[in-house]
């Protein structure tokens, strides 16, 4: 038998036990499933660290919104993620979330590397049992929009860093270029300088921003 030690983190207990009905009517003859739940940072935290002294996670469910810890060091599911990649590092990883902008799927992958990611816009429970087993097995595993997003980007000619593509998403979100310093630690010409760049990768003639960040949505960068 295969005793499958699992956490989910949700701040939804109705997802979670939609999440646990799927899986434990889906598992295979020879899976015993153990299912541990957390609402918050803080309960998942103490659940992790209990589990990386006694019996490891192999896989760990994490919704990226959720109540920070009481000491403000976690403040996500991509905090905890973070944490287990240092404390289980045989844990299988999988990112659950509403969040489906390109910005924040290429961070998360590039920050957490997770070996299942989800948008749960795109999940169905035939899609979760499929994915679980696949993540068992051969990992990773992504959903459609998450696939989508990063075949945009490889088959775009175009290179675009960490910093770059945070300029992006900002202008996206209607940040105005005069307040960008608030958020990136640049010089004003340094980022001007950058947006100039961008302009110039995604063939802006107009020199407009609304062109730049129509170009980049275009071509999966947004």
Known sequence: MQNIH??????????I?????TLMATKKENQTLQIETANDCDTANELLQRAAKEKPFDICFFDISLPGSSNGKLTSGEDLAKMTRDIMPNAKIVILTMFNESFR??????EINPDG???????TSSELAEAFQHILSSPPYYSSTVSNFLKKSVTAD??????NRKILHLLSQGIRTITLREHINLSMSAIEKRKKQLKLL????DGKDETLIEEARKKGFL
């Open 6 to 15: 699992i956490l989910m983190v949700d701040d939804h207990p109705i997802i």
């Open 17 to 21: 036990e939609g999440y646990q009905n």
């Open 105 to 110: 799927v290429h961070n998360i992958i590039k």
């Open 117 to 123: 990611f989800l948008i749960k816009s795109d999940m």
């Open 158 to 163: 175009i290179y675009v860093d960490d910093i």
């Open 202 to 205: 995604f063939s802006v003639n």
